[in-house]
């Protein structure tokens, strides 16, 4: 593939991966301040949603798999200890 060509198709992926990185992220913020602070129907809700992303992400390579199993694992820890 010719240098300019293979440029432009990294400028696209990188603001791709950005965008879904950013949005990964946030989920993950927003679950562990409602982890804090909300019922347990909204932590689950908040908690599945982020899961939802960080596979999203793993499985498109923005996130390493062992990065979001990482976060994954720690989110399902702290929504289980708030159930007790």
């Known amino acids: 593939m ?4 293979t440029a432009r198709v990294q400028e696209r992926k ?3 991966n950005r965008d879904v990185r950013s949005s990964t992220r946030t989920a993950v913020k927003k679950a562990i301040q409602v982890l804090g602070t909300g ?3 909204e ?5 599945k949603l982020a899961t939802s992303k960080l ?3 793993a499985s498109k390579g ?6 979001a199993a990482r976060s994954k694992s720690r989110l399902m820890k702290r929504l289980n200890s708030n159930s007790d």
Do not use: G
């Open 2 to 5: 010719p240098a300019k060509k």
């Open 14 to 16: 990188r603001i791709i």
């Open 39 to 41: 019922s347990s129907e």
């Open 43 to 47: 932590s689950a809700e908040a908690v």
């Open 55 to 57: 596979d999203r992400a």
């Open 62 to 67: 923005i996130v390493h798999r062992n990065a």
